[in-house]
């Protein structure tokens, strides 16, 4: 299957620093990427899907200005948690699909556990 | 939008049982339906898909069957394995929509 790296995979940051999270398609080229936050013990929850070449859409509730997204090329989205704050603590994901298998199957990175103090 | 419900939220079963979770989506228009199994800390792999146009599937151990009518997919487990242990997640793409719409999960436990 398609594989998606995602860097790094945990990462502890001090309240009010900035995080950047790299998602990155290693076998396909990725017009579209989508983050999700998982808190523990709960479901995949789609924080906003990344266009490569044009702005990200957010989900409702999602602020565009504290999650920075940017997907400057075909395999490469990038999310940056500014001004971390300990309630931004929390596994994040993100996720590709691959043209070349319909375009339908949704393939993950391997996750980022964020930790806020 | 899409609403997807998944049950039971966790469930428990000697090795060597079977294990049955179930979905039920809103969008009598949801045409995809994958399930994912996720470790701890891991990300989430998918483990077996269906298409509105097909009823059931079987993969070795893994079936998923699809009753659109009702509205409602769900996940067989034959012949559990301590390995089997994991969460999973059942998700729905109704048409046109890029992403994909998760049930809150089901944390499987397979007793040895």
């Known amino acids: 299957g398609a594989v998606v790296s995602q860097h790094p995979s945990w990462v502890i940051c001090k309240s009010g620093t900035s995080v950047k999270i790299e998602c990155r398609s290693l076998d396909f080229q990725a017009t579209t990427m989508f983050w999700y936050r998982q808190f523990p013990k709960q479901s995949l929850m789609l924080m906003a899907t990344?266009?490569?070449?044009?702005?990200?859409?957010?989900e409702q509730g999602v602020e565009k200005d504290k999650f920075l997204i940017n997907h400057a090329s075909l395999t490469l989205s990038t999310l940056t948690v500014t001004s971390a704050h300990p309630e931004d603590s929390s596994f994040y994901i993100c996720?590709?699909?691959?043209?070349?298998?319909?375009?339908?199957?949704?393939?993950f990175g391997s996750g980022t556990q964020l930790s806020v103090l | 939008g899409e609403n997807v419900e998944q049950h039971p939220s966790t469930l428990s079963v000697q090795e060597g049982d079977s294990a049955v979770i179930k979905c039920t989506y809103s969008?009598?228009?949801?045409?995809?339906f994958p399930w994912y199994k996720q470790e701890l800390g891991k990300r989430p792999q998918l483990i077996i898909d269906i298409r509105s146009n097909v009823g059931e599937k079987k993969d070795q151990r893994i079936a998923v069957t699809l009753n659109k009518t009702a509205k409602h997919f769900s996940l067989h487990i034959t012949e559990t394995q301590p390995e089997d242990s994991a969460v999973y997640f059942c998700?729905?793409?109704?048409?046109?929509?890029?992403?994909?719409?998760f049930g809150t999960g089901t944390r499987l436990t397979v007793i040895p």
């Open positions: 990344s266009n490569e070449g044009s702005k990200a859409t957010y």
């Open positions: 998700a729905s793409t109704p048409p046109g929509a890029n992403n994909l719409f």
């Open positions: 969008d009598s228009a949801s045409n995809y």
């Open positions: 996720s590709a699909k691959d043209p070349g298998q319909g375009n339908e199957k949704l393939f």
